[in-house]
């Protein structure tokens, strides 16, 4: 069964540190994306990358900033939290049916 | 401005009972528009997915209405059942060929039982 596997599902941070949240994908998908989930705003693209080294801004990526370094994994990065980042971030890998997404990460920045 | 509107925001279903959630959109660069359903604590999965030279796809109880001229498309969940209460977001994707979707912004169905 394909897997997009998010290292944390939960995570605790204070306002001003650096958080790395880990997206892994075994289906060997060109394209993976991150999105953030908040009630009443559905899912908003933050940032997303089709090739190693490349990525592209979504809608919202003021705050945040990507690695892709190998095509399996792909990293988001919260540059110096803050707490309008609380959220459920979603990583997700596309086909050309559709999206993976991983159980998401529930990140409380305190 | 790539929007895909999505209503209503929250349906209560009896068992049994239709539910049908509705999408609109005004960008005509979309090429593909799946369902996807998510239960809580998880990652929203793919139901079902319509192209836009088909009118409506069926499988199981779940039926995809899609009417182009309208820009808009639907969801019905025929025979409502506790277990399909989640959340269920709506996305068409974008003609770019990076596979990029943009999502509505939910329904939360719930069934009584």
């Known amino acids: 069964d394909v897997k997009v596997t998010q290292s944390s599902r939960y995570l605790v941070k204070r306002t001003g540190e650096k958080v790395f949240l880990e997206c892994v994908q075994d289906m060997d998908h060109e394209n993976m994306f991150w999105y953030r989930q908040d009630p009443g705003l559905g899912l908003r693209l933050i940032y997303f990358s089709y090739d190693v080294k490349m990525k592209e801004k979504g809608d919202i990526p003021e705050g945040y900033s990507v690695s892709r370094e190998k095509k399996e994994r792909f990293s988001l990065i919260l540059e110096s939290a803050s707490t309008n980042q609380t959220s459920m971030y979603l990583c997700?890998?596309?086909?050309?049916?559709?999206?993976?997404f991983g159980s998401g990460t529930r990140l409380t920045v305190v | 401005q790539q929007q895909v509107k999505q209503s209503p925001q929250s349906l209560i279903v009896q068992k049994g009972g239709i539910s049908i959630i509705n999408c609109a959109y005004e960008?005509?660069?979309?090429?593909?528009f799946p369902w996807y359903q998510q239960f809580p604590g998880k990652g929203p999965a793919l139901l079902i997915a319509i192209r836009p030279d088909v009118s409506e796809k069926k499988e199981g109880r779940f039926t995809i209405s899609f009417n182009k001229s309208a820009k808009q498309f639907s969801l019905h969940i025929m025979d409502s059942q506790p277990g399909d209460s989640a959340t269920y977001f709506c996305?068409?994707?974008?003609?770019?060929?990076?596979?990029?979707?943009?999502f509505g912004t939910g329904t939360r169905l719930k069934v009584l039982a």
């Open positions: 997700a890998s596309s086909s050309p049916t559709g999206y993976t």
């Open positions: 996305a068409a994707r974008v003609l770019s060929g990076t596979y990029k979707y943009i």
């Open positions: 960008n005509t660069a979309f090429d593909y």
